[in-house]
């Protein structure tokens, strides 16, 4: 009787024990390589899907995205672009190294203090703009 009551307390204090090292949760690893443009090669050609984040001019306009270096990226663009905040656009283009200077001109720009933040960096050049509505 005593063997059998010794059984029935293990079999009900064991299946109620919590594990002594409880396993920490698996470490999350991101699905996109961040930072796609600014690892691509000036002209590259490049096909992105974002959020309008906010338009410029005509045509030059900001997308937001995980993937982008700090989140945005500027695209300009030889004709109107049609996009508002916050639509989801899908531009297909070339990769350029941005530099306000010489491209202001070509995609008229207008006043440079809009694209302080991106001097230097890279910015999409346009060849087709597909706006999701």
Same mark, same amino acid.
């Given at each position: 009787?005593?063997?059998?009551? $010794?059984?029935?307390?293990?079999?009900?204090? =064991?299946?109620?024990?919590?594990?002594? @090292?409880?396993?920490?949760?698996?470490?999350?690893?991101?699905?996109?390589?961040?930072?796609?443009?600014?690892?691509?090669?000036?002209?590259?050609?490049?096909?992105?899907?974002? $959020? &309008?984040?906010? &338009?410029?001019?005509?045509?030059? *306009?900001?997308?937001?995205?995980?993937? *982008? $270096?700090? !989140? +945005?990226?500027?695209?300009?663009?030889?004709? +109107?672009?049609?996009?508002?905040?916050?639509?989801?656009?899908?531009?297909? =283009? $070339?990769?350029?190294? *941005?530099?306000?200077? @010489?491209?202001? !001109?070509?995609?008229?720009?207008?006043?440079?203090?809009?694209?302080?933040? *991106?001097? =230097?960096?890279?910015?999409?050049?346009?060849?087709?703009?597909?706006?999701? +509505?």
């Amino acid at each position: 009787m005593l063997a059998a009551l $010794t059984a029935a307390a293990m079999l009900v204090t =064991g299946c109620a024990r919590q594990p002594r @090292d409880p396993q920490p949760p698996p470490e999350l690893t991101p699905t996109v390589r961040l930072g796609t443009v600014a690892r691509a090669e000036v002209g590259a050609r490049l096909t992105v899907t974002a $959020t &309008v984040d906010r &338009v410029v001019t005509g045509t030059a *306009f900001v997308v937001r995205d995980v993937d *982008f $270096t700090d !989140g +945005k990226l500027l695209v300009l663009s030889a004709g +109107k672009a049609t996009a508002e905040p916050p639509q989801l656009v899908t531009v297909v =283009g $070339t990769v350029v190294d *941005f530099s306000y200077r @010489d491209l202001s !001109g070509r995609y008229e720009l207008g006043p440079s203090d809009a694209y302080r933040d *991106f001097e =230097g960096g890279r910015a999409l050049v346009a060849e087709d703009v597909t706006v999701w +509505k």
